[in-house]
Nanobody, 126 residues
């Protein structure tokens, strides 16, 4: 059974930092794109960042460019999201996602991804 388990969410003041982690089990994703999405109350789930199988290619939503960094460690079958200079509008549930076939995509469609974590809450206070 494939599982993606996120951790690292929490409450932080505006301007602060958090690091999210996502550990995969049940299969390896070393040849597959992984990503972070987020969903705020009343809004659609949106792509935050994606990273290619080797980590050499990344894609970011315009709203997080320069503040967030996605990375991965294939030896640990894990992906990370370093979030700096957090803003109240970053408040959302953050989801880890992995695709079963593609090595990279910058598509924001949730249909591109086959596997999802349960989500971790990030709350940024003003």
């Amino acid at each position: 059974q494939v599982q993606l388990v996120e951790s690292g969410g929490g409450l932080v003041q505006a301007g602060g930092s958090l690091r999210l982690s996502c550990a995969a089990s049940g299969r390896t994703f070393e040849n597959n794109v992984m990503a972070w999405f987020r969903q705020a109350p009343g809004k659609e789930r949106e792509l935050v960042a994606s990273i290619s199988d080797s980590g050499s290619h990344t894609h970011y939503a315009d709203s997080v460019k320069g503040r967030f960094t996605i990375s991965r460690d294939n030896a640990k079958n894990s992906v990370y999201l370093q979030m700096n200079k957090l803003k109240p509008e970053d408040t959302a549930v953050y989801y880890c996602a992995a695709d079963g076939t593609a090595s990279f995509t910058n598509s924001g469609s949730t249909y591109m991804y086959d596997y999802w974590g349960q989500g971790t809450q990030v709350t940024v206070s003003s």
